[in-house]
């Protein structure tokens, strides 16, 4: 696949994946009755929908930063990883949103795994030259 069209699809599942945390971390951090009520079920405490919440919009944030995109979608797979156990688990919930969403972060932190290792030392080129 020739870089540009790569990284072009490597943007646009950055967007989706941030078009779908972002307004879902602001519903749990702005105590939506549903998510209160959600976090409820769960049993864990409203301190874990706050977590959640603040975790979500950050990460839907750092998927839309170029330094922070590969650490941030390894974020998203951790964060999706939780809500699918939760789903299957906890809630009894259909987990294919969630699901989805951990495949599609994990695909985009394995594709940006090279800025994911140089992150700590600054941004790297694509084909994985530090900068």
């Not at 603040?54 to 922070?68: N, Q, S, W």
Request: charged share 10%.
């Amino acid at each position: 696949m020739r870089t540009h069209v790569r990284t072009a699809a490597l943007w646009a599942a950055q967007a989706i994946l941030a078009v779908q945390l972002a307004p879902a971390g602001i519903l749990k951090v702005t105590s939506d009755p549903a998510m209160v009520e959600l976090f409820t079920t769960i049993g864990a405490g409203q301190w874990l929908r706050y977590t959640v919440g603040t975790l979500e919009i950050a990460a839907a944030i750092g998927l839309l930063v170029p330094r922070l995109c590969g650490p941030a979608a390894l974020g998203v797979a951790a964060l999706m990883t939780g809500a699918t156990l939760t789903n299957i688990f906890l809630i009894a919930a259909p987990p294919w949103l969630p699901l989805g969403l951990l495949m599609v972060g994990a695909l985009v932190a394995w594709a940006r795994r090279t800025e994911i290792k140089a992150f700590p030392l600054g941004a790297v080129s694509p084909d994985g030259k530090q900068l």
